[in-house]
């Protein structure tokens, strides 16, 4: 699996420098008359996987926080990644997240409803975003991971999805 991700430069000066040959290489996508581990074909039995992009947010960790340029270049790469999902006809959805301090939690315990402003824990990294992805399997969902442009300065879970709610049912 991991010789489907050509390219792959482990030092760089920038976090996501050399990023843009792994989100547009096109090779990964198709090869000849056959399609490739991160293709999808929707008559087989794909699964559902879950890209889960956790980071440090701007402005609220210690580090160093990136230039306006370097937050262009990364909206570009994430494009561009988005483009190359959509192309191999594997993308479900995606969604970039707001700030952590935005966010609302709800929890029912004893029969109350109970709303509160700010995230559920206070951590370095929060959940920034989600790619759903439906792929044949664990190793092409790998290897999409492998390609996203935030896994230069955060972290990727993937996810197979248990169950998913898809035209009007359930499916596992």
Not at 69 to 97: N, P, R, W
Not at 128 to 147: H, N, Q, S, T, Y
Request: charge should be negative; charged fraction near 25%.
């Amino acid at each position: 699996m991991h010789d489907l991700v050509e390219g792959v430069t482990r030092s760089r000066s920038s976090p996501w420098q050399g990023v843009e040959s792994e989100v547009a290489d096109s090779s990964l996508v198709q090869e000849g008359e056959r399609r490739s581990p991160l293709s999808s074909d929707k008559e087989n039995s794909n699964m559902r996987y879950v890209l889960a992009f956790h980071a440090e947010e701007p402005g609220i960790s210690t580090e160093e926080q990136p230039s306006a340029e370097e937050m262009a270049e990364m909206q570009q790469l994430m494009t561009d990644f988005a483009d190359a999902l959509q192309a191999a006809g594997v993308m479900v959805a995606a969604e970039m997240l707001t700030p952590s301090p935005t966010a609302s939690t709800v929890t029912r315990r004893s029969g109350k409803t109970v709303i509160e402003d700010g995230p559920f824990a206070a951590t370095k990294e929060a959940l920034a975003g989600v790619f759903v992805i439906d792929v044949p399997d664990r190793e092409a969902a790998l290897a999409w991971a492998e390609r996203f442009p935030g896994a230069s300065y955060g972290t990727v879970e993937v996810r197979a999805a248990g169950v998913s709610y898809v035209d009007g049912s359930w499916r596992q």
